[in-house]
């Protein structure tokens, strides 16, 4: 059997980019150690129609048998136990009860899910478990046993996991359908670096070259602050790049900023394209002690135009649900996802660390294309066309990453050998990419944090340049490559962009605004957290979003009216989408009936929020929401005052209870004032955990066992039928969860069990959610 008889399909369903990641190793292994070049798919779930390599009732009558599927797959799970958005529309049709029951007969795959054990076992992995069963019940036969891949795992995580499963359940199975004896394992360097090089240079898909004087975009904005994705001449290209960052589920709009509901359809010259929403950052400001360790901030966001490639503004009539009222723009517990830049010093660093003749083209303006042999895969992002180096690495290029272990090992062919710590350099960057060597790899880039621009600084071989190779492969028979700009685009990942809950109420917003001018677009909220810290050698580090939206300064700028797209460098660039909080029960006890208006203040439906920390941002949404519902049948438009009076905790009727954790109450109490003036004037029942304001630990779920004399949580979902939503760290989601079960069981017959089952029943129905995060 040669060494291409067996011809994998290789596909992933990521949320975060690691289930890629994994299936990105996976393949080089698959190519370097087995021969295995014939490898299919190499995409998303949804970037394929993943039914058609099953077999059909039609199909199976012909004489020919169907070809033989060999899947290997990568599965995250995300959110509350569920399917990744990447593969959400393959799911749904998997889950189709008129599939016959053979259709995967044809079918062997291989498996390896991806979780965090911190969400507990019964959430580990699940995605991964749930899709394996669901094979298995269309007939697929498993090749070996389901690996998995914890984001605790020491010296590498999921990929730690990765390696183990690899060598001891997948490839003897690949091994084995080869036909293949393998004796001790021998490595060729020779045959390595041959092997690297021809991947390196060979196999570039991009090709780049310089824009001429005479057809360069006019930089006529350059010394108005516009930076350069705005700029006219650019836009377009930033555009279609960004819009491969879109989010799967997010909304749309049409050109009056209307959000559409799934099941109403518009004309398409009525809605914007996938490209990102634009927002002003009008509020920045810091909603925690000056003197506390964490910077956590309250920004409002106006959005206000988009990236879609019309600059005009089309007339259409409102858009409006079945009940003939507008629909908001977003809605309560919803995501937005954000796409940051990279700060301008970090940028100048990393120029300063790649080789001359790639930083003298740093504000030249480039011409990027595929090369016509290379298809656009999810594998490989297209970058914008038309840009300059500075501009891509400013807004494309995630420069603060850490390096995995593959871009590690591809890296390792340009450290120039010619430099006296070149082989050096490239064997230990050979030997941080091996299994052998997670633990390395665990200390030098994942607990110090060493981002694209560190590894670039260390191994400074990589600059080393000699005249006439033009970027080709070295001929001083030492086999190295100079690294170009062709390359460097090939090896940089782009940057992914970061979710954050809304903390803001569509329907409050909306009450505040309607006495106020603004009537271009929408308003949002969010409360964000500054990543930052140092490493166990003393390296200062920060988180990419985070850092970025902290710095924005808001500006004192009008909206213009007449315009789709908006300038300045407080503008951000973002999606909506659903998020785990969607059936918000928001029936009064007064809807339907007339004559009793006084019912008008009580819903059928209580509601009980727990969380700690920024995991407020989408409970606060979930208030202000029925607040904001509340005061709109009443006729108001501004909460009632408070009266003054203590603010003890007399938790009893209420039908807004929140049970919200933090450290202290004067350091990082977030929007406590308004926690306390609801309390006052009798619309929320409030259980504060502040952890280290007495002498024993006091976390939010010890506060909810106790509260209420141990029954409350009980009485809660048991008695008054009340829906219960969970948000912050997936530690003390899953610790909170567990009460709720334990509290559950001690009251139902079947116990926990019947505690587990009722929690699943009110999931189904969006009365018990979760959205927790690592």
């Not at 944090?449 to 033009?470: A, I, L, P």
Request: aromatic residues 8%; proline residues 5%.
């Amino acid at each position: 059997m040669s060494s291409n008889a067996i011809s994998p399909t290789i596909l992933w369903a990521t949320e975060s980019g690691r289930a890629k990641a994994c299936a990105r190793r996976t393949i080089r292994l698959l190519q370097s150690s087995h021969g295995i070049t014939n490898i299919q798919g190499r995409c998303a779930f949804d970037d394929m129609d993943f039914l058609s390599l099953g077999q059909l009732p039609s199909q199976q009558e012909h004489e020919q048998p169907p070809p033989q599927q060999f899947l290997i797959i990568f599965v995250s799970t995300t959110g509350d136990a569920e399917q990744p958005s990447s593969i959400r529309t393959t799911w749904s049709r998997l889950l189709a009860k008129s599939l016959p029951k053979t259709l995967f007969a044809n079918t062997q795959f291989a498996l390896f899910a991806l979780g965090d054990r911190a969400y507990g076992p019964d959430a580990f992995c699940a995605a991964g478990r749930k899709l394996a069963a669901r094979l298995v019940q269309l007939g697929a036969r498993p090749a070996c046993c389901v690996g998995y891949g914890d984001d605790g795992s020491l010296n590498g995580g999921v990929f730690a996991d990765l390696d183990v499963w690899l060598e001891k359940d997948l490839f003897p199975v690949v091994r084995h359908q080869r036909h293949e004896v393998v004796k001790g394992a021998t490595t060729n360097n020779n045959l390595i670096e041959s092997e690297m090089l021809v991947k390196a240079d060979e196999l570039l898909p991009y090709e780049v070259k310089t824009v001429p004087e005479n057809e360069k975009p006019n930089n006529q904005y350059e010394l108005n602050g516009i930076e350069e994705w705005q700029k006219k001449e650019y836009r377009q290209y930033y555009s279609d790049h960004f819009t491969h960052a879109r989010p799967a589920a997010s909304y749309q709009y049409n050109h009056r900023l209307e959000r559409r509901e799934q099941q109403h359809h518009l004309p398409a010259n009525q809605l914007l394209s996938s490209a990102p929403l634009l927002g002003r950052v009008t509020v920045n400001d810091r909603i925690t002690a000056d003197d506390w360790m964490q910077d956590t901030r309250h920004i409002r966001i106006h959005v206000v135009g988009s990236m879609s490639s019309s600059d005009t503004d089309q007339s259409s009539q409102p858009i409006t649900n079945e009940n003939n009222s507008q629909i908001l723009p977003y809605q309560a517990g919803d995501i937005t996802t954000i796409l940051p830049s990279n700060p301008s010093s970090l940028v100048d660093r990393f120029l300063s660390v790649l080789p001359a003749s790639i930083r003298a083209m740093a504000d030249e303006t480039l011409h990027i294309k595929y090369k016509p042999n290379h298809a656009r895969t999810s594998m490989n992002h297209p970058w914008p066309e038309t840009c300059t180096l500075r501009g891509l690495l400013t807004y494309c290029a995630d420069i603060q990453a850490l390096p995995e272990r593959e871009d590690l090992y591809a890296l390792s062919p340009y450290c120039n050998l010619n430099h006296a710590d070149g082989q050096d350099h490239r064997d230990k960057l050979i030997s941080l990419s091996e299994t052998a060597g997670a633990a390395l790899y665990g200390d030098y880039i994942i607990r110090e944090k060493r981002n694209w621009v560190d590894v670039f600084y260390d191994f400074e071989s990589m600059q080393w340049e000699n005249s006439g190779n033009d970027g080709e492969t070295m001929d001083d028979g030492k086999g190295s490559l100079l690294l170009t700009i062709s390359h460097l685009l090939t090896l940089l990942p782009s940057i992914s962009p970061r979710h954050f809950s809304i903390a803001s109420s569509p329907s409050f917003m909306k009450l505040q605004s309607s006495c106020s001018s603004a009537e271009v677009g929408f308003e949002l909220e969010l409360c964000v957290a500054m990543v930052e810290g140092t490493t166990p050698l003393g390296r200062p580090y920060t988180g990419c979003c985070s850092k970025y939206l902290s710095s924005i300064i808001p500006k004192d700028t009008e909206v213009e009216a007449t315009s789709n797209f908006v300038e300045g460098s407080d503008i951000v660039r973002l999606w909506i989408h659903p998020g785990s909080f969607s059936k918000l029960p928001l029936n009064t006890l007064a809807d339907g009936q007339e004559n009793d208006s006084t019912k008008h203040l009580f819903f059928e439906t209580p509601v009980m929020c727990i969380g700690a920390g920024t995991g407020i941002a989408p409970l606060r949404s979930l208030i202000f929401e029925r607040e904001a519902h509340r005061m709109s049948k009443l006729g108001k438009v501004a909460l009632p005052p408070s009266n003054g009076c203590d603010t003890a905790i007399a938790i009893g009727g209420e039908d807004n209870i929140l049970v919200f954790g933090c450290r202290k109450k004067t350091m990082d109490y977030y929007y406590g004032n308004e926690w306390e003036d609801l309390t006052n004037s009798k619309r929320l029942g409030l259980i504060p955990a502040f952890s280290r304001d007495q002498a024993h630990k006091l976390y939010v779920q010890r506060a909810l066992r106790e509260a209420g004399g141990g029954e409350l949580i009980a009485r809660h979902i048991l008695e008054r039928q009340g829906a219960v939503y969970i948000a912050g760290g997936s530690k003390m989601a899953r610790a909170v969860k567990d009460e709720i079960v334990e509290a559950l069981g001690a009251r139902l017959d079947g116990g926990e069990k019947d505690a587990k089952r009722l929690l699943n029943k009110l999931k189904r129905k969006g009365l018990f959610s979760i959205e927790a995060w690592s």
